[in-house]
T-cell receptor, first 112, second 111 residues
Framework: NAGVMQNPRHLVRRRGQEARLRCSPM?????VYWYRQLPEEGLKFMVY????????ESGMPKERFSAEFPKEGPSILRIQQVVRGDSAAYFC??????????FGPGTRLTVL | EDQVTQSPEALRLQEGESSSLNCSYT??????LFWYRQDPGKGPEFLFT???AGEEKEKERLKATLTKKESFLHITAPKPEDSATYLC????????????FGEGTQLTVNP
């Protein structure tokens, strides 16, 4: 049973460009979460989605960030007009029940 | 606001030297407390879930316990491969299933 998959693993963008991060949950998991880990900081919750619905986006910055989990395909975290402060590791987690969450390997975003 | 504080920030042990990591939490209505292990450059790996005070769970050299205010991760006779950052996280009853993480304890086990 494959784990949570994220791609790309590393992403380099210049300031002002868009970043798209993809997450494929574990088979049978309908709950998807995105977390961000800034350098020298802990993991912070961003958004919680179930198929086609955003359940909790209380940790998502109000501007430039959006997330979706379509009926078909992976969950996408989109960051528009990236700035240097967006450089971080972005982790996706999935769950079958909303209790234990299983994390992917992360996408390391570097903004030049 | 939920708060999770882990101590110590870093811990160095000799192989075979048992110790404990602490996770103190402040949350109104604990839904669950979770322990993860994170290796450099990788995602957190799930270890344990604890739901109520008095509960204990074990896996190999690790044992997690829970009280109403804190959780301990006991490491018995650690090996160098146990070196990692150990993360504690809580879920609150009224805030859905999002996790609030502590800053982690970086454990190094020397051979």
């Amino acid at each position: 049973n494959a784990g949570v998959m994220q791609n790309p693993r590393h992403l380099v963008r210049r300031r002002g460009q868009e970043a798209r991060l993809r997450c494929s949950p574990m088979k049978g998991h309908s709950h998807v979460y995105w977390y961000r880990q800034l350098p020298e900081e802990g993991l912070k919750f961003m958004v919680y989605l179930q198929k086609e619905n955003i359940i909790d986006e209380s940790g998502m910055p109000k501007e430039r960030f959006s997330a979706e989990f379509p009926k078909e395909g992976p969950s996408i975290l989109r960051i528009q007009q990236v700035v240097r402060g967006d450089s971080a590791a972005y982790f996706c987690a999935s769950s079958s029940t909303g209790w234990e969450q299983f994390f992917g390997p992360g996408t390391r975003l570097t903004v030049l | 606001e939920d708060q999770v504080t882990q101590s110590p920030e870093a811990l160095r042990l000799q192989e075979g030297e048992s110790s404990s990591l602490n996770c103190s939490y402040t949350v109104s209505g604990l839904r669950g407390l979770f322990w993860y292990r994170q290796d450099p450059g990788k995602g957190p790996e799930f270890l344990f879930t604890l739901y109520s005070a008095g509960e204990e769970k074990e896996k190999e050299r690790l044992k997690a316990t829970l009280t109403k205010k804190e959780s301990f991760l006991h490491i018995t006779a650690p090996k160098p491969e146990d070196s990692a950052t150990y993360l504690c996280a809580v879920q609150q009853e009224t805030s859905g299933s999002r996790l609030t993480f502590g800053e982690g304890t970086q454990l190094t086990v020397n051979p």
